[in-house]
């Protein structure tokens, strides 16, 4: 999953990046918030962390002007003003939860679990398919009962992969979702990892999962 990060305090910025990426999440940041609400409304994120006072824009704006375009990702707000009129107005700005600061990181990364699990419908953190069982809690992956051990980004391809079962997905799908924004979509990574994620939860006398539809994308079936 890709997340947003518009925050203008460079160590909190860089320490809740280093934080993310580290539960496999794709990460992209910013610290002014007219770039921060122009990555929002041209990239397809599927959760923003954002701080309510900005240079550039303020937090409350960008939620404002991302509801207005019609973008729907989920934003947790961060702010150092607790009062709870404060709170009331940030969220029907737009904002679907509200973090006073200072937090912890756990709190942050359980608020930003629950808002994931919001959009569109109901999504489980054990999710299976056949054999094939991934739990995101936990980061592990089993299939027939036996367990695979994938890096980081394995483990966010399969899950994008698993959540899409039965459609194609293509190469821009997997991009935006999967990698931040520094990644080269011209480079041949995306297939060097659907090689060792095929190799790791494909195993002979099993069904393969994951089918390639040439020249558009994968199909997990």
Not at 12 to 35: C, F, H
Not at 70 to 97: C, F, H, W, Y
Not at 138 to 160: C, P
Request: with cysteine; net charge neutral.
């Amino acid at each position: 999953m890709r997340i947003l990060i518009i925050e203008d305090n460079p160590r909190l910025g860089r320490t809740l990046k280093a934080s993310l990426e580290s539960e496999s999440y794709a990460v992209d940041i910013e610290s002014d918030g007219e770039k921060g609400l122009y990555r929002a409304r041209t990239n397809d994120y599927d959760a923003i962390v954002l701080d309510d006072i900005l240079p550039g824009r303020r937090g409350y704006e960008i939620c404002r002007e991302l509801r207005s375009a019609g973008r729907t990702a989920p934003i947790l707000l961060m702010s150092v003003q607790s009062e709870v009129d404060r709170k009331v107005s940030l969220l029907n700005d737009g904002a679907d939860d509200y973090l006073a600061k200072p937090f912890s990181y756990a709190e942050m990364s359980a608020r930003l679990r629950a808002l994931l699990r919001r959009p569109h419908e109901l999504v489980p953190d054990r999710l299976s398919f056949g054999d094939l069982v991934l739990d995101e809690n936990s980061s592990t992956v089993t299939r027939g009962g036996k367990a695979s051990y994938l890096t980081a980004k394995e483990f966010s391809l399969l899950q994008y992969l698993v959540r899409n079962a039965g459609h194609l997905v293509t190469r821009a799908m997997l991009f935006e979702h999967v990698w931040d924004g520094e990644t080269d979509p011209v480079s041949n990574m995306l297939e060097t990892h659907i090689h060792n994620l095929r190799r790791k939860v494909e195993r002979p006398g099993l069904p393969g999962l994951i089918h390639t539809v040439p020249g558009r994308g994968y199909v997990f079936r």
